[in-house]
């Protein structure tokens, strides 16, 4: 078998050059020129609220955002640094510095290529709802955490990280709040919520940089404002083309300690990157009727992480909301997303003195405004009003994202998720016993038939899938069950065995073989079937006693007792 059928490998941007025509390029450069504006304030908020920068931010946008158009599975998916990686990119850096976070984005870039070899796009698709929602809130909460400090002019030089230290730390310094910021702030926020009431056209935070740094720069040459501070105060500006750079570790870490340490966290990054990906590639495929390639996107997605870290960029994932803006304005093939990333560019070598005029609380505000729209509130308010095993997964999930980490957030909302998984699962099985006479129901019929059941015979009746959680149940009710000679195991409604309960089912057979019992096995389904053959069961009970319903098993049961000389009253 060759190597390409191997690799779910084919780039959206190779189907749909085939038949490319002046129209859709027409459409793709009008659509990748307005995302491209879109992208502007996002990637430079990103980079700056993740403890990097500006340039880094564009950087990323770029770089990440072409590789994931040219070798992404998705038609209209932009790629960039988005909100979800702020928390674990400024953790990563506090802990490990930017050297860290280098080696993390490589190792993180790595699974996700990893992940789409092996063909695990449909299965990341799979994530428990509750959880998705639980650590997005989480990340929004702690996204707007962070932005107190610039909204209001606080003038803190060091925000703590944890989450109750940092509220501390504003109730401490309230009283040093710059109002001319925080008008500005709020002015900010005012602008990019009601912007779409007026057009849907214009992109808010835009808008609100363009506004607000025409305020900024007018009260500081005109007015005398100097409390209000800029990019350029605090940080280096773009200039000039990225260059390419080899990690360097901070500290006396080795490399192979560093790469055990920063393990958990880029297994964290690439499921998050892959989760936002892949959602973010569904719901456009359900606006434009296309399907994406998800192990493509994966690798794609792998490839353009593995690449940014060598040039100073962050974690990169697709952008719903910039995804999202390409299809509202027309875009039509992963063209318009290349074509972002060469407006990102111009930014970023020719506009580098007005990026540096952007104020500070007018970013923040941006960033509130997106923690807002992340933060799924009502999604939360509307499954608050469903299952409780499914908000308590949310709300744990979510606790651990403010207080402590998304790494460990995700895993144990994973294992919470899995218990109430199981739990769901072991109520929907049912196990009986059944002696003299049983019940029979016709699917997809009306009324009941009642069969007679010989003496020393019992029938178990096993509903549902036969897995590690039911097959204690199933263990310890064939001891308690006085002896009998025959032995009926019903299983029309076993469409699933896993190994443990193969196991359990095994020694149920030989030792009931040992007692001089016979098993009968009735209605088993074929992928079952194929189960029991294959781990020699069917040959232990014998051909003969495999019957295909409950009316011939009963039936070989009377046969049998017969022949044992088993009374029947």
């Not at 084919?10 to 390029?25: D, G």
């Not at 008008?183 to 900010?188: K, L, R, W």
């Not at 870490?253 to 892949?278: C, D, K, R, Y």
């Not at 009931?512 to 294959?534: C, P, Y």
């Amino acid at each position: 078998m060759k190597a390409s059928k191997l690799i779910d490998f084919s780039p959206k941007i190779l189907s749909t050059l085939k038949n490319y025509s002046r129209e859709k390029l027409s459409a793709d450069i009008m659509a990748g020129m307005i995302v491209g504006v879109v992208a502007i304030p996002l990637a430079i908020a990103f980079g700056i609220a993740s403890g990097v920068g500006p340039t880094e931010g564009l950087v990323t946008a770029i770089i990440a955002g072409l590789l994931i158009s040219v070798l992404g599975g998705s038609k209209v998916q932009i790629g960039g640094p988005t909100g979800a990686f702020i928390v674990i990119i400024y953790g990563v850096i506090q802990q490990y510095g930017l050297g860290g976070l280098t080696i993390a984005t490589i190792m993180a870039g790595i699974i996700l290529v990893l992940m789409g070899i092996f063909r695990l796009g449909s299965v990341i698709k799979f994530m428990p709802y509750p959880i998705i929602v639980g650590f997005t809130g989480g990340i929004a909460i702690t996204i707007f955490s962070t932005q107190m400090n610039d909204l209001f002019g606080l003038g803190i030089e060091s925000v703590p990280a944890n989450f109750i230290d940092k509220w501390i730390c504003y109730i401490n310094n309230i009283g040093n709040i710059d109002w001319w910021s925080a008008a500005m702030g709020i002015a900010s926020i005012a602008v990019i919520a009601l912007t779409p009431k007026i057009s849907k056209k214009i992109p808010g935070s835009l808008l609100a940089i363009i506004v607000m740094t025409i305020i900024a720069w007018l009260l500081k040459d005109y007015a005398g404002v100097t409390s209000i501070k800029t990019i350029g105060d605090l940080y280096e500006l773009p200039s000039g083309l990225p260059e390419f750079r080899m990690p360097t570790l901070e500290g006396d870490m080795s490399l192979f300690a560093t790469i055990q340490n920063l393990a958990p966290v880029a297994f964290t990054i690439a499921m998050l990157g892959a989760i936002e990906s892949l959602l973010s590639a569904m719901v456009a495929d359900g606006i434009i009727g296309d399907k994406h390639n998800s192990n493509t996107e994966l690798i794609g997605q792998g490839v353009a992480n593995m690449v940014v870290p060598f040039f100073g960029g962050i974690p990169a994932t697709g952008a719903i909301a910039r995804t999202m803006a390409n299809i509202n304005n027309g875009g039509k093939t992963p063209i318009a997303g290349v074509v972002h990333t060469l407006v990102l560019l111009l930014v970023l070598l020719f506009l580098g003195g007005i990026v540096g005029r952007i104020p500070m609380p007018c970013l923040a505000g941006v960033l509130v405004m997106v923690s807002y729209n992340m933060s799924g509130w009502r999604t939360i308010a509307s499954m608050c009003k469903k299952s409780v095993a499914g908000v308590t997964v949310l709300f744990v999930t979510l606790l651990l994202t403010v207080f402590f980490d998304l790494t460990l957030a995700i895993e144990v909302g994973l294992i919470l998720a899995i218990v109430v998984f199981m739990k769901r699962m072991m109520e929907s099985t049912s196990i009986s016993v059944i002696r003299d006479q049983m019940e029979v129901h016709h699917d997809g019929e009306k009324g009941e038939e009642c069969l007679a059941i010989p003496k020393g015979v019992e029938v178990y009746e096993i509903e549902g899938p036969f897995f590690f959680g039911i097959a204690n149940k199933f263990d310890e009710l064939t001891r308690m069950t006085p002896p009998v000679p025959i032995r009926v195991l019903r299983m029309r409604k076993v469409t699933f065995i896993d190994s443990t309960a193969m196991h359990n089912l095994e020694i149920f057979v030989q030792s009931s073989l040992a007692e001089g019992r016979v098993v009968i096995l009735s209605g088993v389904h074929d992928n079952v079937d194929r189960v029991l053959t294959k781990a020699g069961v069917k040959k232990m009970v014998g051909e003969e006693n495999v019957c295909a319903n409950i009316h011939a098993a009963l039936a070989r049961a009377t046969e049998l007792a017969k022949a044992m000389n088993i009374p029947q009253e």
